[in-house]
């Protein structure tokens, strides 16, 4: 039998996007690395946010060398851990973090959703927001810290692997379905972008490579990461999903509590056992 997707015509030049512009588009838009964006249009937000998993590929590999090197020269799990989680802070100018303070102020408002909307777009934190990001950040920095006790590769490997998942969270939140809450802004731009059929592919090569990534440390520790990869994704999932009953769809702020939920969750995970 024929998949009834092969029957569709090709889309228009101007329907497309190449590969090359979906990755500016993506290291643009998630993080301050170099990339001039050449395209901000629909079609490159599709390429874009299912390249996001690469993005967080650079971030995770770059945050993993001052730590690395910390933690070689003597300065201990703790401040390895501690640098390793402000370098993502800086490669995203807090982008992430600010989203998650921005969403915790405003499902902790208890307004409607165009009030909690105008909280959220506020330029000031709340106090839902200051205690979400305390706890993140001591939650991410002291699981790390348990990785790098252990060594420094598997301290390594674990921020990589938070890092990557939290970004394909974003990937599978800028799924076909998922209404933007606002017309303007990041959320509107990438909601709704990117195929069911490339969100489960993105997704499936993503929890592939982490599992081969941990497999020389024994088939426990791979089964380890493919779990954390999941638990990451199902935490941001049931976060999307409450964002979107509250908001009636997703923002740019949405997304970045997405991402740091996500990356949470997995160094929770593999802090474990």
Request: hydrophobic share 55%.
């Amino acid at each position: 039998m024929t998949d009834s997707t092969d029957d569709r015509p090709p889309l228009p030049p101007e329907e497309r996007a190449t590969l090359a512009d979906g990755i500016r588009f993506a290291f643009g838009t998630l993080t301050v690395l170099p990339a001039r964006i050449t395209r901000w249009d629909r079609p490159a937000a599709r390429t874009g946010m299912a390249c996001a998993p690469l993005a967080g590929l650079a971030v995770g590999l770059l945050a993993t060398v001052p730590g690395a090197l910390l933690l070689l020269l003597g300065g201990g799990p703790l401040l390895a851990a501690a640098v390793t989680v402000a370098v993502p802070a800086a490669l995203t100018r807090g982008l992430h973090l600010d989203g998650l303070a921005d969403t915790a102020d405003g499902l902790g408002s208890a307004k409607p959703a165009e009030d909690a909307l105008r909280i959220m777009k506020q330029s000031d934190i709340g106090p839902f927001g200051v205690i979400s990001l305390l706890l993140v950040l001591l939650v991410q920095t002291a699981a790390l810290a348990n990785a790098y006790a252990d060594s420094w590769s598997r301290g390594a490997l674990a921020a990589v692997t938070a890092a990557v998942t939290a970004r394909l969270a974003m990937t599978l939140a800028s799924r076909e379905g998922v209404p933007a809450a606002r017309p303007g802004g990041l959320g509107a731009a990438v909601a709704g972008v990117v195929p069911h059929r490339a969100a489960a592919g993105v997704a499936a090569l993503v929890l592939a490579a982490a599992t081969l990534a941990a497999l020389p440390a024994g088939p426990l520790a791979a089964a380890h990461h493919a779990a954390a990869v999941l638990a990451g994704l199902l935490a941001a999932e049931l976060l999307l999903r409450r964002c979107v009953r509250r908001f009636d769809g997703v923002t740019g702020d949405v997304f970045g509590a997405l991402c740091e939920t996500a990356a949470t969750t997995v160094l929770v995970v593999l802090a474990l056992g």
